[in-house]
């Protein structure tokens, strides 16, 4: 009876704080944006910024400061950095996509320009940088997360110059996927994790484990991106599916579709990926037949498992009290069942 | 004959600094490149970094930070910094401008593709930025000069996109455009010259002088640059001039020749500013007939003069003995007197 209303509880907190969170961070981006000029150079950040994204980072870093008794509000500064972070890299990702749509609306190159993209794209990584000196700790600290924010941006730099170096190359291992991933996706999440641990003063250990676990949900989580790309539900996924076989993009699902393929259906899916006047739908059929016979969907659901058994790994090796982690477990749970 | 030779020496040893300071940067950028992956992130880089720049704002950094006798291998991060976000807003700036060539060379975006150059530039900003993580001081200091810095490199992309504005609006002001040069490319030189005194440990006085010197010199030099490209002397300055004029920029002195022409020639003015047919060299003689008749050539130099001026009233603020600002003021005369 005490675990199931502790359970209630700590729920209700969670969700207490994630909304107050997604309040605290939406004042502040309203504060820090206003009367801010040149317009073209500001709206543009203004518009991404105020979309309802998932704030999925800035929860992170929220998780891992209040897991060892950080100040909530001190933390908001590093959510901010992170969550400003994320949309610098996806207003620079779409000029190079040449993606149309984020999130239901137009991208910002395509309701601006692509010059007023790249220099508001820049301007929001220096207003990213510029969050973490308004945080209330000591100088070295300061400092010491200045170094992983820095260090995640430029490893997301790399991640994403592998991504677009794969686009050309047929000799993408999963390994080089998975390693591409690592640095495009998930070092943002190890890097909120470890940054928002090391504002509430945790312990060497538990700074390594909070990265380590960052890394292995990012990449389940991307995993399971590529996944829902082909199997969602599309009333729950929100967005067509298929993105990915349109576009010939090497995810994980294609590449251990190459991997478990006998030569004749490993030719086929190859052509398929070059072909460049078949249908849309009729591409996203014959690829998808592939990926059935081969059985792509359950290796991908195994690939995703093991990196959330890695999670639970990660998570015991925190030192902190299990009802204290209950938030990050449930995070885990959330997306190795991912359904949008 | 005391003076003379310690006029002799002072010219000596700025010039030991200059080369010295010249080949640790280009030791440092190697040491910092090496063996960094992806080829495509990191080759444009090291290109754009090798080429053979002025060095200009790093021997700002030294100047100020050697007055105070700050220790001369020490403010070499701040200004391998200030070096990798100048050529960061290049890279930039050159796919916003279409522009194919740069200190002779193929531009980042036109030797490889838009894709890569707006990412290595990304990837060049946050290598900007770890540069001063690695100073050795204190961390308040170290915060300190990364808040100058981001504030620099934000009000660079404020500069950049009035800038850009400034092509499609035709009620561009004089002061709108000192205004922009102040944040295009003054704020960089006043940053270089604060951060180097802050390093060293200058008091607040000399400081705030040093950031209005680094406005007024920069914005001297951008004028001299103006009047440049229409009167210089092609074989001293080494490019042709009339660039500015081919594309329709502008500047000091067009915005100047608006000011000082009578109806007439000002119509004539917004007219070439405007036809998209004529010959480039035809198009340059008429608007420099116009620019002759008004006098612009002498009104540019008087302009540039004032803000000569201004340059020796915050030498004077700077609490430093004169043989300490001496290689600053041989600066100031260089530039005034610009021919390249």
């Known amino acids: 009876m005490e675990s199931q209303s502790s359970s209630v509880f700590c729920n209700f907190a969670s969700f207490y704080f994630a909304i107050k969170m997604t309040n605290s961070i939406k004042d502040l981006f309203n504060k820090i944006l206003a009367g801010k000029k040149p317009e073209n150079l500001y709206r543009p950040i203004e518009y991404i910024l105020m979309q309802s994204g998932k704030r999925l980072r800035p929860q992170l870093v929220s998780y891992a400061s209040r ?11 590093i959510a901010a950095a992170f969550e400003m972070l994320h949309n610098f890299t996806l207003i620079h990702d779409d000029i190079m996509d040449k993606a149309d749509v984020r999130r239901g609306e137009p991208t910002v190159y395509r309701k601006w320009n692509t010059n007023i993209a790249i220099l508001s794209g820049d301007a929001l990584a220096v207003m990213a940088m510029q969050q973490l000196h308004k945080l209330r700790c000591d100088p070295q600290t300061i400092i010491e997360i200045s170094e992983v924010f820095t260090q995640t941006a430029l490893e997301i730099c790399e991640g994403q110059q592998y991504d677009l170096d794969f686009e050309t190359r047929d000799n993408v291992s999963i390994d080089d996927y998975v390693e591409m991933v690592r640095l495009k996706t998930a070092v943002m999440f190890a890097g909120c994790l470890k940054t928002g641990g090391m504002f509430a003063g945790a312990d060497t250990e538990s700074l390594a484990a909070l990265y380590d676990l960052g890394i292995h949900l990012g990449i389940a989580f991307q995993l399971a991106d590529d996944l ?78 093991n990196y959330s058994k890695l999670c639970y790994e990660d998570l015991k090796r925190i030192n902190a009290g299990d009802e204290k982690k209950k938030e990050l477990v449930d995070l885990v749970k959330k997306l190795q069942n991912r359904e949008k």
Chains 1, 2 share one sequence.
């Open 228 to 305: 829902l790309d082909v199997y969602a539900d599309t009333e729950v996924f929100g967005k067509a599916v298929g993105g990915d076989i349109k576009d010939n993009k090497k995810t994980f699902v294609f590449l251990k579709a190459l991997e478990l393929s006998d030569s004749g259906q490993n030719k086929t899916l190859k052509a398929l990926y070059s072909d460049k006047e078949m249908e849309e739908n009729e591409k996203f059929m014959k690829v998808k037949a592939i990926y059935d016979s081969v059985g792509v969907r359950k290796a991908s659901e195994e690939a995703i498992m």
């Open 67 to 77: 897991m060892f008794g950080g100040d909530e509000d001190g933390a908001l500064h």
